[in-house]
């Protein structure tokens, strides 16, 4: 009997309407776990790297993993496609519900391809999926959607559908699950609106069936204490939510200011956790089965909803130099409601800002207009007016503007809150990220500024290449397992491996765990070679290598790129254009 | 003085965000002690283990630089510093 695993992945024509089982044998799902790794590989068996992302024939995939809907945190999925921002391979990731809600509906993931003729939303019950029609719901916002769609299914059914944003077709839209979780980079949103693709809902009781029931429930208890007896999970994220990191990353001299011009916000205290807590906090919110909850459910004075989270806080605060927490936190919700990446859409206004400053752009975008924040947003999302332009991504607007150097991107890929100049680790994690700037692949700032599991010099290039690699690879086991990132901070490799091993019954070892980490990261480079993508794409724009701050406690830093490259392509088994040698394939099996 | 700032669970248990303290060559650990009596509350269970040793996570900047890359605890402060006092944290 097969266990974690649900054992049935759906391919879906909505053209012709056309639906199939897709067979995964049991070698290919131990190579690959599920989620990120089984998505892209299955990604990468059906299309090609040539593949228009916006074109019918692509696939947009849905997948859970073996630890989806079990223990704590096991409620997330992940969308896997050719993002149409980045052109990259691309898997996105969202928490809540609705990962739990597939396998509960008797699938590990739906694969979707073609285009619909009109509105649709795909409805996943009883291991069976509905094609419905979406026209009603064509034009709602995220929020409106989900509620509709929910009136017209069985109780507790979890919905992840798009906004205007992704049927406006815009670069950088999300998808949003469960009120206001976002698969939020790299545009998966926008793959859903060219399909005509509005919603999927899907819900049911079927039992994730568990190999080792009694050392399951040892474990899962084992967990709940070392999650509770941490410091960051079992308290600071309860407490202060992810904006706990303003001040620390203000503190450290890292924090983007005015399109990452300078590292201290001098408004930073404004907008952090700790204020965020005082003035908007109604309640923590959280995911499946999360005692953590790092989630903030906040009210202005006009609205309420969800965050804004790190990142958020970030992207339409110290980058714009805006220090209206209310104003963000509204630029937050409409996010949400409209279905757009907050990363990207800050990063966006923050390069306009410089282009208009320059005199690259004429238009009239200036640092620290708060008031006009909410208008830039929702015309992003309708493609109004300037909005025509935002919505291009800081890449292609800055590009279209005549000063490419102004986009602060790896790839396409809009690059978050943390500036590399103040941490060499994190530096050589966004620019070797498969996906583009992105601060997930290898969260360098762990041990580079937080600590965990070590203190390691921020500064220093050295040993940085095998840690790099080393967390890229553990990411991509626990994007494919699949279970919330946070839990890094409370557990090691070992315990991950100790769950894979309790729910499927399969002798996986630590060793075997970070090779298929490493299998994973490859398949997704080879993609990307494939695509076009080599080492001259393995880089960061030319104001962290060349320019440096001149205050603040990560003032005349530039990042060592080069020289850390090498050794990152050496550790990889790559060669020096970054193409992976014929030897690491086939240790890999590649 | 030194301007010794709280942060983050620091800040609600001590339910201020600062506090000028003397302490002219003293250490970290003993600046701290002070900071603790000036603030009139305790805190110092959040950043240090049952051994006085700095708890994993725990983040103490003098002037921005972070004492573990100095002499730890040990680490001497100047009248003119400033300290800034983060409790584990994490994020993303």
Redesign the interface.
Known sequence: MMTGWMGKIVKIDLGSGKQETIAVSDTMRRRYLGGRGLGVKLYSDLCSSTTDPMAADNALIFMTGPLTGTVMTSGRYQVISRSPLTGTICDSSSGGHFGAALKGAGIDGLIVQGRAAKPVYLSVHDGGVEIRDASAFWGLNTQQTQKGIQAELPSKTSVACIGPAGENRILFAAIMNDKDRAAGRGGMGAIMGGKNLKAIAAGGSRPVEIADPSGYKDLAALIDRAVDKN???G???Q???????V??IN???MFPTENFRRGVFNDAEGT???KI?ETLLLRQSACFKCPIG?GRTTRTRDKNGEGP??ETVWAFGAHLGISDLAAITEANYACNELGLDTITMGSTLGCAMELCETGAWKENLRWGEAGKLLGWVTDTAYRRGIGAELALGSKRLAVKHGRPELAMQVKGLEIPAYDPRGAQGMALSYATSNRGGC??RA?M??PE???????L?RFSTAGKAELVALFQDVSAVVDSAVLC??LQ?ALGISTFTEMLRTVTGLDFSDEELMKIGRRIYTLERQFNNRAGFDRSDDTLPPRFLNEEFQT??SRHRRVHLEEMLDDYYAVRGWDRSGVPLPQTLAELGL | MITVKF???L??RVKRSAVDVAGDGQTILALMRSAETAAGGTFLD?LLDTDSGL?????I?I????V??KSGLETRVATGDRV?L???????
């Open positions: 410091p960051v999970t308290k600071s994220l407490v202060l939510g992810t904006s706990v990191l001040n620390i503190a450290h001299g952090s956790g700790e807590a790092c989270e790190y601060h997930m969260y700032i762990a500024i937080l600590g965990h599991p070590v203190f010099d990132r946070f901070f603040g406690s | 942060y983050g669970l800040r609600r959040e708890l994993t996570g725990t983040i900047l002037n921005g630089e972070n573990r890359f800034d983060f409790s584990p944290a994490g994020g993303g």
